[in-house]
């Protein structure tokens, strides 16, 4: 093989992990959906970073996400928390429902997706 033959298979070798990747980790914030929170009423400035630090008073956080619109990327004002287990997610639920983050008052409840 030439160089750039060698290169090419290099290329999509890469992709094929980053893609293998992407899907295990869609894998794992879709494990078990009782570890799941919703939260709502987000401020548009809040990040999933800020979200996930923010829950992490409840317990370890494998997952946060904030929802953006498609089209303007904004913030949708809500997201999902996963945590690692179920026990977690009750305890966000109890703890940190209708707490203060980025100077809104969130709402935090049971995933239903």
Do not use: F
């Amino acid at each position: 093989m030439n160089g750039y033959q060698e290169s090419e298979l290099e290329g999509d070798l890469k992709t094929e992990e980053v893609a293998a990747q992407e899907l295990k980790s869609d894998k794992r914030h879709q494990r078990n959906p009782a570890c799941r929170v919703y939260v709502s009423n987000l401020a548009w400035r809040t990040t999933w970073r800020g979200l996930k630090d923010h829950m992490r008073s409840a317990g370890e956080v494998t997952y946060a996400d904030v929802y953006l619109d498609k089209e303007t990327r904004r913030s949708r004002g809500c997201g999902v928390v996963e945590y690692e287990d179920e026990a977690s997610a009750q305890r966000a639920i109890r703890e940190l429902n209708e707490t203060t983050l980025d100077g809104r008052q969130i709402y935090v409840r049971e995933d239903r997706h």
